[in-house]
């Protein structure tokens, strides 16, 4: 009788036990689940996990994006030194060399960088590349593809242009980027520069984030030596060196956020961009008018001065003209150098409200604007008729 019961009892605990181990085998299985990545950063491919890193969206941007950017190069002619004609086998002939007249000889230079925004052969820059209008350019691709430029319109009150070149022939296939929303940038997102680094080195792309928005600074091209006063740029740490100039700066997404215009040589990992909300604008004006930029225009090359820069000089925050172009508005008005421009009907001139750029763009030509300037200490305040510019 003790045996029966001893093997009935074995038995139940041996029911017990497997239906334990398979209620066991049950709870890993969907703990299992729990586990499982379920984020966009993990893709299933085949029996791999394939884990989608900051690197990959990189290197994603640089593939769809690169054969979009283009090397803005310049042809110049420059004179050879006399050339000495010696018989290498007369021991005196050095004291008979006779000099030829030197001749002209073309050189090219990569000096910027733009990228396509349309299929018919339409490219954005920075003006400032593209400034001298007595040079021929020329526009090359990725892939070594060169086309001969047809026209250039610059844009008088930023620093872009807009280069035409013909998309027959090599210009099949030309691939327009994406232009992204400028407004909608945050200080810290992801950015990836594009261009012709130190004027040699084509297609570098560099990383950084957006460090800050709303700058204001002074930008040109130690190749061309040209400046401008530029208000409400985009601040990055990604490296923009001499030549990147007029490349496109991009958001992970490979839209492009912003044009590539100056670095800082007063400090490291310091570079600006222009937001590509101004040249979605442009392109509008630029397909309405067919080809003009008409903008209002008063005539002043200037710089602006800081409130803490007004309180060290006590003078007032204001844009501080360092030069009048003869018979300007500004000119014909009777503003003069050294004079600083504090107010534009009512509206004050500083860099918190993105200075004197943006409160002329907002002005149509003929309009009767009220100028207040500070001149030796007193104040005073004159009629300007604001003018017309044509960037074509």
């Given at each position: 009788?003790?045996?029966?019961?001893?093997?009935?009892?074995?038995?139940?605990?041996?029911?017990?036990?497997?239906?334990?181990?398979?209620?066991?085998?049950?709870?890993?299985?969907?703990?299992?689940?729990l586990?499982?990545?379920?984020?966009?950063?993990?893709v299933k491919?085949?029996?791999?996990?394939?884990?989608?890193?900051?690197?990959?969206?990189?290197?994603?941007?640089?593939e769809?994006?690169?054969?979009?950017?283009?090397?803005?190069?310049?042809?110049?002619?420059?004179?050879?030194?006399?050339?000495?004609e010696?018989?290498?086998?007369?021991?005196?002939?050095?004291?008979?060399?006779?000099?030829?007249?030197?001749?002209?000889?073309?050189?090219?230079?990569d000096?910027?960088?733009?990228?396509?925004?349309?299929?018919?052969?339409?490219?954005v820059?920075?003006?400032?590349v593209?400034?001298?209008?007595?040079?021929?350019?020329?526009?090359?691709?990725?892939?070594?593809?060169?086309?001969?430029?047809?026209?250039i319109?610059?844009?008088p009150?930023?620093?872009?242009?807009?280069?035409?070149?013909?998309?027959?022939?090599?210009?099949?296939?030309?691939?327009?980027?994406e232009?992204?929303?400028?407004?909608?940038?945050k200080?810290?997102?992801?950015?990836?520069?594009i261009?012709?680094?130190?004027?040699?080195?084509?297609?570098?792309?560099?990383?950084g984030?957006?460090?800050?928005?709303?700058?204001?600074?002074?930008?040109g091209?130690?190749?061309?030596?040209?400046?401008?006063?530029?208000d409400?740029?985009?601040?990055?740490?990604?490296?923009?060196?001499?030549?990147?100039?007029?490349?496109?700066?991009?958001?992970?997404?490979?839209?492009?956020?912003?044009?590539?215009i100056?670095?800082?040589s007063d400090?490291?990992?310091i570079?600006?961009a222009?937001p590509i909300?101004?040249?979605?604008?442009?392109?509008n004006e630029?397909?309405?008018?067919?080809?003009?930029?008409?903008?209002?225009?008063?005539?002043?090359?200037?710089?602006m001065?800081?409130?803490?820069?007004?309180?060290?000089?006590?003078?007032?925050e204001?844009?501080y003209?360092?030069?009048?172009?003869?018979?300007?508005?500004?000119?014909?008005?009777?503003?003069?150098?050294?004079?600083?421009?504090?107010?534009?009907?009512g509206?004050?001139v500083?860099?918190d409200?993105?200075?004197?750029?943006?409160?002329?763009?907002?002005?149509k030509?003929?309009?009767?604007?009220?100028?207040?300037?500070?001149?030796?200490?007193?104040?005073?305040?004159?009629?300007?008729?604001?003018g017309?510019?044509?960037?074509?």
């Open positions: 009788m003790k045996r029966i019961l001893v093997l009935v009892g074995l038995f139940v605990v041996l029911i017990l036990i497997g239906s334990s181990t398979n209620q066991l085998n049950f709870n890993f299985s969907n703990l299992k689940g586990f499982t990545p379920k984020n966009n950063s993990v491919s085949g029996e791999k996990l394939k884990i989608v890193s900051e690197e990959s969206v990189i290197t994603k941007v640089v769809d994006t690169s054969s979009s950017v283009v090397t803005i190069s310049v042809i110049r002619t420059r004179k050879i030194g006399r050339i000495f010696i018989d290498p086998f007369d021991p005196f002939g050095v004291f008979g060399q006779t000099p030829r007249q030197g001749q002209e000889q073309p050189t090219v230079q000096i910027g960088t733009g990228f396509i925004v349309s299929k018919d052969g339409l490219i820059t920075n003006k400032h593209v400034s001298d209008s007595g040079v021929k350019y020329r526009v090359i691709t990725k892939d070594d593809k060169e086309y001969q430029i047809e026209k319109y610059r844009d009150s930023n620093d872009l242009a807009i280069i035409k070149i013909n998309p027959q022939g090599n210009g099949q296939g030309l691939k327009p980027v232009l992204g929303d400028s407004s909608k940038l200080v810290g997102q992801m950015a990836i520069a261009g012709t680094a130190l004027g040699e080195f084509r297609n570098t792309v560099t990383v984030v957006i460090s800050g928005l709303g700058r204001g600074i002074t930008a091209s130690p190749f061309e030596g040209y400046v401008e006063r530029l409400d740029v985009i601040q990055t740490d990604a490296a923009i060196n001499p030549g990147n100039s007029g490349g496109p700066l991009l958001n992970s997404s490979g839209q492009v956020i912003g044009v590539n100056a670095v800082s400090a490291q990992n570079s600006f222009l909300d101004i040249v979605k604008e442009l392109l630029f397909n309405k008018s067919g080809g003009k930029f008409e903008r209002p225009f008063l005539g002043v090359r200037y710089r001065i800081s409130k803490d820069l007004s309180i060290m000089n006590e003078i007032p204001g844009a003209v360092q030069e009048v172009v003869a018979d300007s508005p500004a000119d014909q008005a009777g503003i003069a150098a050294e004079d600083v421009i504090t107010k534009i009907d509206q004050k500083t860099e409200n993105s200075g004197l750029a943006k409160i002329i763009a907002g002005k030509i003929g309009d009767k604007v009220n100028v207040e300037i500070w001149r030796d200490g007193k104040n005073d305040t004159l009629e300007v008729i604001m017309e510019t044509s960037g074509e």
